[in-house]
């Protein structure tokens, strides 16, 4: 059984009755339309949870029969719109695929699927021909009869919808398309429909001029900046990810969140209580690590990145709030999340020295002959699918799945202490980011010390810069996450914090130098009475050797200096 993804791109109509018969298409700048429609009858039946745990993450689960695209079908927001991925039916088309299931698991929580609407579509489609005759586009005419299986309450409606046959053209040839195909349904009275989907009509959602239904579920919500009733996919799975609100604001978000910095009037949590401030926290962090699952199964790009990030943050938040936490229910999921970061730190190695290994090679100027750095090349590749699709196994686990849940279970009730209970918003923020920085101050002064020594060895010495940098990472992610909670530590804190990030990216390019250096050094071992040229891979090896010795030395007085900055800020 293959899954098939792909980049959904189009735009919904609303046009009046009867408007098929007097629509003129034969005007058309640089496209036809065909004459003769063709009929589908189509029937789709939407799946969710019990408490709708898919619609609130903006994912669609349906299984279509009838038309071009029979199959299961999975629609979910990313960063710049829609995207789908597609598996056929089985021999009995009720019975959802193992595949699908899996996909869903970590959104569900185990949950089981079950009907939330049944929705019949009568479809005539024509195609779009541009002036070679090549198809670009479907033009369907679609009259819908839909029933809310949670209510039983029908619905019905008609809408015209134009989907691109190849969503990754250029966006200048997408709008030329819709231009030319719109200039029709204008001339015939026809407009943009502000329905985000039929699923969003069957249920309820756009009843009363748009109103979210009861449930408060909101599915295939077109992402900010589309144009109303279209749709497009690459990105995110409707997270909150590490750069979802910021990439989202614009420009217009971001003075509003400059005012409101100043005024706390607006947005920003500038009140709240401690116990508020991290369960919010928590809370996003959660779902973060959910829907970064879902990525992972996806096989999305960056998908393992950002979920060893979100899951480092999560340590990174209960060590910090360490002392807000009562018993060891905090210490004990620390641990299953440090393992599952280990987990996934053998993907992100592999990624970072499959990223690297070009620019390695293209720095020793042609001494690595072509054809050898392109089997180094495709190795590390390889090595980098292999990781991921290791990955990929792990999160199908019982165990993986459980964490996910128990997380979910600690974000929404936390076993706060009565002297967090006691403290502000801003109060448990200072906190949380003035522990994650003494952490870094610690760790920099057991370096410093063993310096002055004159006994540090250049193993001894990566090991330190390696606490050093995770000891900043943690500090990053603290803040970070606060910030986009919408609770902010003091000036002061902030300044610290900022101050220690910005040496971050110096002691990062020294541990991925250790990264590269240990995969060529593991490459020339694996040749080894292979037969195979290991010159390139020991001039590559050496190039590495150098740059990674000349990285600590210069990473000990990064250290020396930043130290010397925390202690000023935290005075």
Same mark, same amino acid.
């Given at each position: 059984?293959?899954?098939?993804?792909h980049?959904?791109?189009?735009?919904?109509?609303?046009?009046?009755?009867?408007?098929?018969?007097?629509?003129?298409?034969?005007?058309?700048?640089?496209?036809?339309?065909?004459?003769?429609?063709?009929?589908?009858?189509?029937?789709?039946?939407?799946?969710?949870?019990?408490?709708?745990?898919?619609?609130?993450?903006?994912?669609?689960?349906r299984?279509?029969?009838?038309?071009?695209?029979?199959?299961?079908?999975?629609?979910?927001?990313?960063?710049?719109?829609?995207?789908?991925w597609?598996?056929p039916?089985?021999?009995?088309p009720?019975r959802?695929?193992?595949?699908?299931?899996?996909?869903l698991?970590?959104?569900?929580?185990?949950?089981p699927?079950?009907?939330?609407?049944?929705?019949?579509?009568?479809?005539?489609?024509?195609?779009?021909s541009?002036?070679?005759?090549?198809?670009?586009?479907?033009?369907?005419?679609?009259?819908?009869?839909?029933?809310?299986?949670?209510?039983?309450?029908?619905?019905?409606?008609?809408?015209?919808?134009?989907?691109?046959?190849?969503g990754?053209?250029?966006e200048?040839r997408?709008?030329?398309?819709?231009?030319a195909?719109?200039?029709a349904i204008?001339?015939?009275?026809g407009?943009?429909?502000?329905?985000?989907?039929k699923?969003?009509r069957?249920l309820?959602a756009?009843?009363?001029?748009?109103?979210?239904?009861?449930?408060?579920?909101?599915?295939e919500?077109?992402?900010?900046?589309?144009?109303p009733?279209?749709?497009?996919?690459?990105?995110?799975?409707?997270?909150?990810?590490?750069?979802?609100?910021?990439?989202?604001?614009?420009?217009?978000?971001?003075?509003?969140?400059?005012k409101?910095?100043?005024?706390?009037?607006?947005?920003?949590?500038?009140?709240?209580?401690?116990?508020?401030?991290?369960?919010?926290?928590?809370?996003?962090?959660?779902?973060?690590?959910?829907?970064?699952?879902?990525?992972?199964r996806?096989?999305?790009?960056? !998908?393992?990145?950002?979920? #060893? $990030? *979100? +899951? =480092?943050?999560l340590?990174?938040? /209960?060590?910090?709030?360490?002392p &807000?936490? @009562?018993?060891?229910?905090?210490?004990?999921?620390?641990?299953?999340?440090?393992?599952?970061?280990?987990?996934?730190?053998?993907?992100?190695?592999?990624?970072?020295?499959?990223?690297?290994?070009?620019?390695?090679?293209?720095?020793?100027?042609?001494?690595?002959?072509?054809?050898?750095?392109?089997?180094?090349q495709?190795?590390?590749?390889?090595?980098?699918?292999?990781?991921? !699709?290791?990955v990929?196994? #792990? $999160? *199908? +686990? =019982?165990?993986?799945?459980?964490? /996910?849940?128990?997380?979910?279970a &600690?974000? @929404?009730?936390?076993?706060?202490?009565?002297e967090?209970?006691?403290?502000?918003?801003?109060e448990?923020a200072?906190?949380?980011?003035?522990r994650a920085?003494?952490?870094?101050?610690?760790?920099?002064?057991?370096?410093?010390a063993?310096?002055?020594?004159g006994?540090?060895?250049?193993?001894?010495?990566?090991?330190?810069?390696?606490?050093?940098?995770?000891?900043?990472?943690?500090?990053?992610?603290?803040?970070? $996450?606060?910030? =986009?909670?919408?609770?902010?530590?003091?000036?002061?804190?902030?300044?610290?914090?900022?101050?220690?990030?910005?040496?971050?990216d110096?002691l990062?390019?020294?541990m991925?130098?250790t990264?590269?250096?240990?995969?060529?050094a593991?490459?020339?071992?694996?040749?080894?009475?292979?037969?195979?040229?290991?010159?390139?891979?020991?001039?590559?090896?050496?190039?590495?050797?150098?740059?990674?010795?000349?990285?600590?030395?210069?990473?000990?007085?990064?250290?020396?200096?930043?130290l010397?900055?925390?202690?000023?800020?935290?005075?």
């Amino acid at each position: 059984m293959t899954a098939v993804a792909h980049r959904e791109v189009e735009r919904k109509y609303e046009v009046p009755e009867g408007a098929e018969s007097s629509v003129d298409w034969s005007g058309l700048p640089g496209y036809t339309v065909s004459a003769e429609a063709v009929e589908h009858r189509m029937e789709a039946v939407y799946y969710d949870t019990e408490d709708m745990a898919l619609g609130r993450r903006s994912v669609a689960l349906r299984r279509r029969r009838g038309g071009a695209d029979d199959g299961w079908h999975v629609k979910f927001s990313e960063a710049t719109g829609r995207q789908e991925w597609q598996v056929p039916l089985l021999r009995t088309p009720d019975r959802m695929p193992a595949a699908v299931r899996h996909l869903l698991a970590g959104l569900t929580g185990g949950e089981p699927l079950r009907p939330i609407a049944t929705l019949r579509t009568v479809r005539q489609v024509q195609a779009v021909s541009d002036a070679g005759g090549d198809e670009v586009a479907e033009l369907a005419a679609d009259v819908v009869e839909a029933v809310d299986e949670r209510t039983g309450t029908a619905r019905s409606w008609s809408e015209w919808e134009v989907e691109l046959l190849d969503g990754s053209i250029p966006e200048e040839r997408q709008q030329e398309i819709f231009d030319a195909v719109e200039s029709a349904i204008f001339a015939v009275g026809g407009r943009p429909s502000n329905s985000r989907a039929k699923i969003a009509r069957a249920l309820g959602a756009e009843d009363g001029a748009g109103a979210p239904a009861a449930d408060g579920s909101a599915q295939e919500a077109s992402s900010p900046g589309e144009k109303p009733g279209q749709t497009t996919g690459t990105g995110g799975a409707g997270q909150k990810g590490q750069q979802g609100k910021k990439g989202k604001q614009g420009k217009k978000g971001q003075k509003t969140a400059k005012k409101t910095d100043k005024t706390g009037k607006k947005g920003r949590k500038a009140k709240g209580t401690g116990p508020e401030a991290l369960r919010t926290v928590l809370d996003g962090l959660a779902e973060q690590l959910v829907l970064w699952d879902f990525k992972v199964r996806l096989d999305a790009p960056d !998908a393992v990145h950002q979920m #060893r $990030v *979100t +899951s =480092r943050s999560l340590r990174s938040v /209960l060590r910090a709030a360490g002392p &807000f936490f @009562a018993g060891d229910t905090a210490q004990e999921l620390d641990g299953r999340l440090r393992e599952l970061a280990g987990a996934l730190s053998g993907a992100r190695d592999a990624e970072v020295t499959a990223e690297l290994l070009a620019g390695r090679v293209a720095a020793l100027d042609g001494r690595v002959d072509p054809a050898a750095a392109k089997v180094l090349q495709r190795a590390a590749e390889e090595q980098s699918q292999r990781a991921a !699709a290791a990955v990929r196994r #792990r $999160v *199908t +686990s =019982r165990e993986h799945l459980q964490l /996910l849940a128990d997380v979910r279970a &600690f974000a @929404a009730a936390p076993p706060l202490t009565e002297e967090c209970a006691e403290l502000s918003a801003r109060e448990v923020a200072d906190a949380l980011v003035h522990r994650a920085l003494r952490k870094v101050v610690r760790v920099a002064e057991r370096g410093a010390a063993a310096e002055e020594s004159g006994e540090t060895a250049q193993e001894q010495r990566l090991e330190h810069l390696h606490d050093v940098r995770k000891a900043v990472k943690r500090v990053r992610y603290v803040d970070a $996450v606060l910030d =986009r909670a919408g609770f902010r530590p003091g000036k002061s804190l902030r300044r610290a914090a900022r101050d220690a990030e910005d040496y971050q990216d110096a002691l990062g390019r020294v541990m991925d130098s250790t990264v590269v250096e240990r995969w060529l050094a593991d490459r020339a071992k694996a040749l080894q009475g292979s037969g195979e040229d290991r010159y390139a891979v020991g001039l590559l090896h050496g190039a590495e050797v150098s740059r990674m010795h000349a990285g600590a030395e210069g990473g000990s007085e990064v250290v020396g200096v930043l130290l010397s900055q925390l202690r000023a800020d935290l005075a």
